[in-house]
Structures are given as C-alpha cells and as structure tokens.
C-alpha cells in the first residue's frame, strides 16, 4: 500500500489527484480545513479525512501524527493548497498568501519528513505554477506575462525554489514542483479560464507515483522539465 497526504484536497485539482490515486490503490488521506467539506469529500470517494491547515502550525503537527500513528509510515506528500490572493497589494495580502502558498510547504514538509524517511519510496509533489517563473513572466508570447497576479507568482516563485532546495538538502527522497496547467477551480473562476481538474490531475499523479531513482529537484508541467 501506498500511503499519500494531499493538501487542499477537498475541492479542485487536490479532490481529482486523490480520486486518481486511490484507483491506482493507494490509501490516500485528504487534507482539508473544513471539517465538515473534508469529511463529505473524503466519503464520496473512499479517501481518509485528516483536518489540516497549512497555516496552523499545530494543526499540521497534529495531522502528520495522527497519519504516523496509523499507518507509521508516508509515501507521497502532495503539497497542493494555496490561494490567489488577487485584488489590492498590500502587507496582510502578502503575508497571507506566501503564508498559504510557500510557508505551508515548509510546515507540511518539515512535519512530514520522518513518515517519509520510513518510506522506500518517498516522494514529495509542490505544486507550483509557472506564474512564478522568471522566464514565463518576462515573455511577452507567453499568457503569464499579462497575468495580475504578483504575490500569487511570487509566492509560487518561493514554492519552486523551496523544492530545488529541499531535494538538495535530502537526496534520499524525491521533490518536484509542478505546473499543473490552467483549471478552471474556485481561484481562476474571476478569470474564467482553464481546463477540468480531472485533467490536471493527471500531471500530478504522475510526479506523485514515479518511480526509485527518478527525477528530483526539477520544475515540471505535464510535457516535462519547464525553465524557471
């Protein structure tokens, strides 16, 4: 069995992976903040509630552990909540969104790093954006470059090089940021753009079910490795 956390997962492109890695047979935990919404979510496809909130540090804390004490092991950790954070730039706008989008990765990883050390196999999804690459953004072909969204980018900046750091600092266990493509979910719906969740998904599930010795370290969307 194949023990999985994803983050953000009771809605969006985290409920389609959780869906997508259950029927490949893993014991898939769904993070959520709602009690309520995660509950209903998880029991509509067959998944493990777990209350997490990538801004509360007790929470994850208490979350990682419960995972510990029932399986003592974890496999994949998807690192899949965030937010927006459009409209005005401001302090409080930008502590909450780097808060969500690139500090929740260090605390779900951190909390998350001795169930993965039990793992043979242990791998650790980001899921970033390309709206955080230097060369998307600076190119005018590119639909990144006319995208108003600067704490978003840059907080997903942080996300990705996050991930390069981590998979320096532990070369045993294998980390990738991911863009995942445009998706039409509750954060890009002001836009009203994108493609399904199901379909997202499936980049996602890909990094999260790769096999011993593959790649870590690298920014990816679903075609492959993508320049920063």
Do not use: C
């Amino acid at each position: 069995m194949t023990i999985t956390l994803i983050t953000g997962a009771n809605k969006g492109i985290g409920f389609e992976t959780a869906k997508q890695l259950l029927a490949l047979g893993h014991v898939v935990y769904l993070g959520a903040r709602d009690t309520e919404r995660g509950e209903k979510a998880a029991a509509e496809i067959g998944a493990r509630f777990v209350r997490l909130d990538v801004t509360d540090d007790a929470l994850v804390k208490s979350a990682l552990a419960a995972i510990g004490a029932a399986e003592g092991r974890l496999d994949v950790l998807v690192n899949n909540a965030g937010i927006l954070a459009s409209g005005d730039i401001d302090g409080p706008s930008a502590l909450r969104s780097f808060d969500t989008n690139a500090v929740g990765v260090v605390r779900v990883t951190e909390a998350a790093l001795p169930l993965l050390r039990r793992s043979a196999n242990p791998t650790v999804v980001n899921i970033s954006s390309s709206a955080g690459s230097f060369w998307a953004v600076t190119d005018p072909g590119r639909p990144e470059f006319h995208l108003p969204t600067a704490l978003y980018s840059a907080s997903k900046a942080a996300a990705t090089m996050l991930t390069v750091q981590y998979a320096k600092a532990h070369p045993d266990i294998k980390f990738n940021a991911l863009e995942p493509g445009t998706t039409a979910t509750d954060m890009t719906a002001a836009f009203g753009i994108g493609r399904s969740p199901e379909e997202s998904a499936r980049a996602v599930v890909r990094l999260a079910t790769l096999a011993a010795g593959g790649p870590t370290g690298t920014f990816q969307d679903e075609n492959g490795e993508m320049p920063w």
